[in-house]
T-cell receptor
């Protein structure tokens, strides 16, 4: 069964600090992995999309890494800001473009 | 370029009633997917439409249905509403099938449905 597990479930950090969110998946065969940011009560917004051949991709202060061999990905947030407070969702796409598998997300709170 | 729009944004219904939600994808996008999100839950996949055909369906009862029109606009319908149907319903559009590597999904703002 295709699954995406994210950790931690929730995280509190101080403004200006860095943090790393984890995503492990069992989707096979694997094609691509996405990270989304979702503010409370809004639709998710794409941060990065990586294919199986990519190891890292950045979007401003967000850097995603991918290890397709161990089926792990991480999202690193540098110099956090209050506006980074949101849920971060890891999504995996299978080879062939069929149904996406969503993780349940990590809820991040950035405190002043 | 206009983003994904969903109407209405907020809706209050009574148990037993039915509801229709609408989604207008980004111009040129042929795929529309629907998701349900409840407090504390992740995004639960409802269905995916591509070129007016349902390509995938999630594990929801038959009370949940949808369709896509020739202009790619999509509607979903929930009949015989239950309290547990209260949720944020999100629509997402993409150029191609959403699982493809180069096919980025763009989400709408969602419709907040409250069933009393």
């Amino acid at each position: 069964k295709n699954q995406v597990e994210q950790s931690p479930q929730s995280l509190i950090i101080l403004e200006g600090k860095n943090c790393t969110l984890q995503c492990n998946y069992t989707v096979s065969p694997f094609s691509n992995l996405r990270w989304y940011k979702q503010d409370t009560g809004r639709g998710p917004v794409s941060l990065t999309i990586m294919t199986f051949s990519e190891n890292t991709k950045s979007n401003g202060r967000y850097t995603a890494t991918l290890d397709a061999d161990t089926k792990q990905s991480s999202l690193h947030i540098t110099a956090s800001q209050l506006s980074d407070s949101a849920s971060y969702i890891c999504v995996v796409g299978p080879w062939g473009g069929d149904k996406l598998t969503f993780g349940t997300g990590t809820r991040l709170a950035v405190r002043p | 370029k206009a983003g994904v729009t969903q109407t209405p944004r907020y809706l209050i219904k009574t148990r037993g009633q039915q509801v229709t939600l609408s989604c207008s994808p980004i111009s040129g996008h042929r795929s529309v997917s629907w998701y349900q999100q409840t407090p504390g839950q992740g995004l639960q996949f409802l269905f995916e439409y591509f070129s007016e055909t349902q390509r995938n369906k999630g594990n929801f009862p038959g009370r949940f249905s949808g369709r896509q029109f020739s202009n790619s606009r999509s509607e979903m319908n929930v009949s015989t509403l239950e309290l547990g149907d209260s949720a944020l319903y999100l629509c997402a559009s993409s150029l191609e099938r959403p699982g493809r590597a180069g096919s980025e999904q763009y989400f709408g703002p969602g419709t907040r449905l409250t069933v009393t």
